[in-house]
Nanobody, 123 residues
Framework: QVQLVESGGGSVQSGGSLKLSCAASGHTYSRLCMAWFRQAPGKEREWVAT???????NYTDSVKGRFIISRDNAKNTLYLQMNSLKPEDTAMYYC?????????????????WGQGTQVTVSS
């Protein structure tokens, strides 16, 4: 089991930036596939981005070119740099982990979840 704790959420105006962090416990962190998901009110939780143990990244189309997922294995920390934020990015953002590989990128495939951090983007 991996314990995950997100931080860095907040309120920002459209076009602004935020950087989310996810602190992970456990000595196997460097070998895990790490991901960010988000859930807007009244909607299902959706995949945002993944990064594997070799640093390869994938993004959902709506955030490509705006968000950057990264990891620091020495600090057991996952990041999500969010730029050019839009009101439709408003959601609770969750950090998640699973054993390799990073596919499928589905909620049910990830066994470890953080408690979430709220991101609100106003127009």
């Amino acid at each position: 089991q991996v314990q995950l704790v997100e931080s860095g959420g907040g309120s920002v105006q459209s076009g602004g930036s935020l950087k989310l962090s996810c602190a992970a416990s456990g000595h196997t962190y460097s070998r895990l596939c790490m991901a960010w998901f988000r859930q807007a009110p009244g909607k299902e939780r959706e995949w945002v981005a993944t990064i594997d143990s070799d640093g390869r990244t994938n993004y959902t189309d709506s955030v490509k070119g705006r968000f950057i997922i990264s990891r620091d294995n020495a600090k057991n920390t996952l990041y999500l740099q969010m730029n050019s934020l839009k009101p439709e990015d408003t959601a609770m953002y969750y950090c998640a982990a699973k054993a390799a590989p990073c596919t499928p990128r589905l909620v049910g495939a990830f066994s470890n979840w953080g408690q979430g951090t709220q991101v609100t983007v106003s127009s």
